[in-house]
């Protein structure tokens, strides 16, 4: 299990590191504003004596968007509902990066090692039978030693790809 792990984290090293940048804008830019205007809506609304003020919380929101840097400076004076609305979005954000990586996860030990590479070979494995200074080149740092006893025939299946 541990491999279905490391795989999936080597292969989306990138993709993680944009999915925290795109957390912490989403955060900034959009739940800030509305954690803003749900506290100014529901305050306006207590002193009317009504539940929630949904013009006053649109309005907040459209002109709180724009302001990114004044949300950061008066995070203070609505912190309970930011982080109540930061605990939703981070779980729901956790969720699909999650799902993300499950689908992305080497499906067996050997997903993307070529066929027949000695990269399957532990411990160098393979030097006991190859050479890894010289002979017949059969891939990097993996040569067949010409010197040796027996047989050294050399059968090459596949094709030749030019780009």
Known sequence: MNYKIEGALRKNKKTLILAVILWLFIAIVFIMPIACGWNTAVKEAESTGAKFSMGTFTET????????????????????????????????FLIIVVVGLVKTAPKNK??????????????????????SKKGLILAEGNYLPVDKRGNVNILVVGRIRCW
């Open 61 to 92: 929101v459209g002109k709180r968007i724009a302001q990114p840097f004044l949300n950061i400076k008066e995070v203070g004076s609505y912190w309970g509902v930011f982080i109540s609305l930061l605990w939703k979005y981070t779980l729901g």
């Open 110 to 131: 050997y997903q993307d090692i070529e066929h027949g590479s000695s990269d399957w070979c532990e411990h160098g494995e393979q030097f006991k039978v190859l050479s």
